[in-house]
């Protein structure tokens, strides 16, 4: 093998995407915790579907436009710290090789070390034993065998050091150990490098194997979306969500302003984003046509897409109407239509992540501008979280991702906003974004608070109650397959056959002489009957705390309770 060019490394690259999509249920397995939510072979599969995508949807065969794509779309789809991780590798192996016609084993060694350093830049806090040592190994290794004058040996050799890093992680990080486990995320990486091998080895790549990543098409599995559901969608001024990819190589900063300038001239709702000569916009406005025509004057377009909003509601309220007695209830009366008006904008915003209607109307009744319908399982892309930063009309966007899976997307997309003073809370449970809510001072500048909400983190407990999936012993605790188990702080705090014993257990753990209030969220798996039965108990070990019983609707999680 003499080099890669870029057809090679498409396959390459098509293949691995597939090849991590088949394994996508496995790698979740690998959940250091037992419990039904593992999804970091969801958000890998995700991120590089996106990316997959991107590179299917172009013609151009160059290696400089299948890198864009690949940085791109990995970059808009990336989701959960995985996913993040995975989009950084991908962008920095890409940005190092795009302007090559061929892919030596110098240069692959070389975008090894390039990939690795910008995933390293990407966390705040690497730690060891996870995707990011798994990448490092690999990167050293190459940079060790940089002079080899055979690609096959080289990239055997590199893919090997990976599954040794891999099966070393559990030393690294006590609790895989623990688990008996292997760090889900190198797993990961691992079937994308071994997928790559073998079709450096020979292997032919299926077209049929990449239903996923056919052009236009959608993923169904975990996909999340914005929720608007707290927008009065009859009063729409501008009546076309308008999306598309302009393919701009020359597209500079001075082109961006103006383009932006004329689009927020034609509506509103606008998300601008352009990169290494890629730009995606949505707007809504009242004639798509103009901002195609506009757009045509960059480069050419691609994934268009319009859809009539005004439509969408009359389908929307007649979907949902209920007959009582033979009569439609719900619907508007007749002739009231609200007169177009645009609400001011404000200093400050909120968006915040969450599953579950019951705790969506909490957070909203609480403040959030926007809530993006998400959390465990199905993680929002920096692209969601990008959406709905957008949407909010506020100087300074505060970001409560709620899910610790979840703040390095919202960070991305924090970088990738220009327009707005964008701050991410690194709170990582709903009562923690609850708590951040109750303490936001608006008399207070928006870093001032930021930095209280940090500090006081600590006066919030959580406690998570679900199912284990396998036999395991964690922190001392035994867990068995299908017991219900309490996660609080990163550990087990109680598990058992009996949900009202766990959670008892797990609350008399938490609570002390200093706890005020008790707060517990009803999943959508328990009855009001039996949700009202665990108050009264729980009431009865807290002393003089305060114990209040509201419905989140959350999935996953029979119960999570807040101990402040």
Known sequence: MTGIDAVFLKNMFLSSACALNEKKEWINELNVFPVPDGDTGTNMTMTIMSAAREVQESTDNSMETLCKAISTGS???????????????????????????????????????????????????????????????????????????????????????????????????????????????????????????????????????????????????????????????????????????????????????????????????????????????????????????????????????????????EERLFKNVEYVDGKAQGLPESGTVKPDHEEPRKDVGFVAVCAGEGLAGIFKDMGADCVISGGQTMNPSTDDILSAVKSVNADTVFVLPNNKNIILAATQAAQMTEDKNVLVVPEKSIPEGIFCLMTYVPEMTPEDNLEVMK??????????????????????????????????????????PDISEVVKQAVAAAVNEDSSVVTIYQGEDVSREDAEALTREIEAICGEAEVELHYGGQPVYYYIVSVE
């Open 75 to 313: 970059l808009r789809g990336a989701r959960g710290n995985s996913g993040v991780i995975l989009s950084q590798l991908l962008r920095g192996f890409t940005k190092s090789v795009r302007e090559l016609e061929i892919i030596t084993v110098p240069d692959a060694a070389e975008a090894f070390q390039r990939a690795t350093e910008s995933a390293f830049k990407a966390v705040m806090m690497p730690k060891e034993g996870t995707i990011l040592t798994v990448a490092k190994e690999m990167a050293q290794k190459a940079d060790e065998l940089k002079e080899s004058e055979d690609g096959v040996a080289f990239f055997s050799e590199v893919v090997r050091t990976g599954d040794e890093a891999l099966a070393h992680t559990p030393e690294l990080l006590p609790v895989l150990k623990q688990a008996g486990v292997v760090d889900s995320g190198g797993q990961g990486l691992m079937v994308i490098m071994h997928e790559c091998l073998d079709v450096l080895l020979g292997k032919k790549v299926d077209i049929n194997r990449l239903p996923l990543v056919t052009p236009g098409a959608h993923m169904s599995s975990g996909e999340v979306r914005v929720d608007t559901s707290n927008l009065e969608t009859s009063d729409i001024k501008f009546g076309y969500c308008t999306e598309f990819i302009i393919d701009a190589p020359r597209f500079g900063d001075a082109d961006e302003a103006d383009f932006r300038q004329y689009l927020e001239s034609l509506g509103d709702s606008l998300v601008l984003v352009a990169d290494d000569g890629v730009v995606k916009v949505h707007v809504h406005t009242n004639d798509p046509g103009l901002a195609i025509q506009r757009a045509l004057n960059y480069g050419s377009l691609s994934s268009i897409k319009i859809d009539n909003m005004r439509l969408e509601h």
């Open 455 to 496: 500090e006081e983190l600590g006066a919030v407990k959580t406690i998570e109650v679900t199912y284990a999936i396998r036999d395991t012993v964690l922190n001392g605790v035994e867990v068995h397959k299908d017991d219900y188990m309490a996660i609080s702080d990163g550990g087990i705090a109680a598990a058992g």
